[in-house]
């Protein structure tokens, strides 16, 4: 008996010294615990807490108070599980409360203590690491504007599909691009452009399943997985409701905007067994829209592929042909139709293709600028007029101003005209020059008008409305525009004598260019009827076309024997005097 309670005693002084000794290093882990910065806990066998510092206490009360949240019960089982193996473990812990989000990363580690087993966990704040990390799998997967993933997301998930394709997979790839985006983006500004590209998406994107995916690529353009399918009408049905929902105006900062889209389409197996060939092949059959009437969708087909290959064979030609300089200029006069003399020319671009034969610009012109090559070879013109200025005033007088025409794309360029700019100064005559823009230049939102056009002026260069009347303006656009001459578009001019709608649009704007102080050159004359009605039924003294001349090479002005190469003179005198030819008079079958 006495042994047994000696024994009793020895065993609660053993546990009393244990305890104190738990206690006693317990306390010294709180007094370390409670200067690091981190949120530190010990918990016991149970899962109880026995040790928190401030930084835990503060982590702890907010995962309590969170209102969907089993942090604290969570953090519960990990310790018995912990504990159990005896193993440490890192892992990420989120706490939502409220509208923030807090991301913790928490260290565990099973320890002993005084021959307890406890788990230590030490937790800390990585919410900002968090959040750029995110930023960044979001810029590289999705796309900051629409939200939509970008390229690599489409590509990966194709890419998947053909991996593990059984043979009986089928779908469809459509590429899709926004019909004169810029020009919409130039007229309205880029806040707006931005803006109908996100609705633009949003639209895009409606009643799409889930395993669909629409990414946008780059600028106005798209591509739409539709996956799986099961034959080419069910596509066709489906680009046919997207192509209706887009007929729909965009209301965007009180403006109503049209705006309709491209859209090419490739099906796997038969147009392609990886991502690029069968990306490439819907971009071609977009492109053979883009060409014809727009706002359509094409499928794919082989003759597509050739006409691509042929397109690529003259864009190397073009870029060949720009290193190269095989290029020339033709020159158009502008004639006065009362006097019939020669008041200036229009510099015409021509190329020689490998076979030496001259192609007109309709041929390159659109390729060069969509190539981004159109720059070079403005300059290049400007090139050749100074090399030959010469032999031009001796064809056609030293006073006669020359035309260079100016894409709209490039007027709305501050960087292209300054330096174009510079150029015409380097000439040595820049007042002999006249720049031809396209109406649009200036009702864009490109500042022509009040940032580009005053560095023309001060060097007196001269302004042409080339094409006017089939642009995107109006008569009224006609008052803010400060240019000097307006040439109405051939459109106006065929025929003139026999169409009285042509009749009185011609004199709407030739009496308001009259208003304006704007000098009026008729386009496109080729008929002595056309030119008989200007002179009798109009006020309009200058007209340019194939009645009065061709353009003209000046390299063939070299060769001609005749003294100062007057062919251009000639051809123009000599058309029949108007005494020898019908006359027409405003009291006749002409009236205003």
Do not use: W
């Not at 600028?219 to 007929?247: C, M, S, T, W």
């Not at 006097?339 to 192609?359: F, K, Y």
């Amino acid at each position: 008996m006495h042994s047994s309670k000696k024994h009793d005693f020895q065993a609660a002084a053993t546990q009393a010294r244990d305890e104190s000794i738990f206690e006693s290093e317990l306390s010294m882990l709180r007094d370390v615990f409670k200067l690091l910065p981190a949120g530190v806990t010990v918990q016991d066998e149970h899962g109880e807490f026995v040790l928190m510092n401030d930084a835990a206490t503060t982590l702890l009360e907010a995962a309590a108070a969170a209102p969907s949240a089993p942090q604290l019960n969570d953090r519960r089982e990990t310790c018995l599980e912990l504990l159990r193996t005896g193993r440490p473990a890192v892992m990420e812990e989120a706490i939502v409360g409220g509208p923030a989000k807090q991301v913790f990363l928490t260290s565990h580690r099973p320890i002993q203590v005084a021959g307890r087993n406890l788990l230590i966990s030490s937790s800390t704040d990585i919410t900002e690491q968090k959040a750029f990390e995110d930023h960044l799998f979001r810029s590289a997967y999705y796309d900051e504007l629409t939200g939509l993933p970008t390229r690599r997301v489409i590509e990966h998930r194709v890419n998947s599909l053909l991996k593990y394709d059984n043979g009986q997979g089928r779908f469809a790839l459509a590429f899709l691009d926004i019909d004169n985006f810029k020009h919409i983006n130039d007229y309205y500004g880029h806040p707006v452009g931005d803006a109908l590209l996100v609705e633009m998406a949003k639209r895009l994107g409606l009643d799409l399943r889930d395993s669909d995916i629409l990414s946008r690529i780059s600028g106005d353009e798209f591509v739409l997985l539709l996956n799986p399918i099961q034959n080419d009408a069910e596509v066709e049905e489906y680009i046919h409701f997207i192509l209706q929902r887009l007929k729909a105006p965009f209301f965007i900062e009180q403006s109503e905007i049209f705006a309709s889209t491209s859209i090419g389409v490739s099906l796997y197996p038969e147009h392609g067994r990886s991502y690029e060939v069968l990306r490439q092949n819907a971009d071609i059959a977009m492109y053979r829209v883009k060409n014809g009437s727009k706002g359509a969708a094409a499928f794919f087909d082989a003759s597509m592929e050739r006409e691509a290959l042929a397109r690529m064979k003259i864009e190397q030609s073009l870029r060949l042909a720009i290193l190269e300089k095989r290029f020339c200029c033709a020159f158009q006069p502008k004639v006065d139709i009362r006097t019939q003399e020669v008041t200036g020319v229009e510099a015409l671009v021509r190329l020689r293709d490998d076979e030496g034969v001259i192609q007109a610009p309709s041929t390159f012109i659109n390729l060069a600028t969509e190539l981004g090559l159109i720059d070079e070879l403005t300059h290049l013109v400007l090139a050749e007029i100074v090399k030959s200025i010469d032999l031009i005033n001796e064809t056609f007088g030293p006073d006669t101003t020359i035309s260079i025409n100016v894409a709209a794309k490039q007027a709305g360029n501050p960087e292209f005209m300054q330096s174009f700019a510079e150029a015409l100064e380097a000439t040595g005559f820049p007042a002999r020059f006249m720049i031809e823009v396209t109406e649009d230049a200036f009702v864009t939102k490109t500042h022509f008008q009040d940032e580009i056009l005053p560095i023309f002026r001060k060097l007196g260069v001269k302004i042409s409305i080339d094409d006017f009347g089939i642009g995107y303006s109006s008569l009224s656009a006609l008052a803010d525009i400060t240019a000097d001459e307006i040439k109405i578009d051939r459109s106006f001019i065929t025929d003139i004598h026999k169409r009285p709608r042509s009749q009185g649009i011609l004199r709407a704007i030739e009496s308001l260019s009259e208003a304006l102080g704007m000098t009026v050159i008729a386009e496109g004359l080729e008929s002595f009827e056309e030119l008989a009605y200007l002179q009798a039924a109009t006020k309009i003294r200058y007209a340019q076309g194939f009645y009065f001349s061709k353009p003209i090479f000046l390299e063939d002005l070299k060769l001609a024997t005749t003294p100062r190469a007057s062919e251009a003179r000639a051809s123009v005198s000599s058309r029949p005097a108007l005494e020898n030819r019908p006359t027409y008079s405003r009291a006749g079958g002409y009236r205003r």
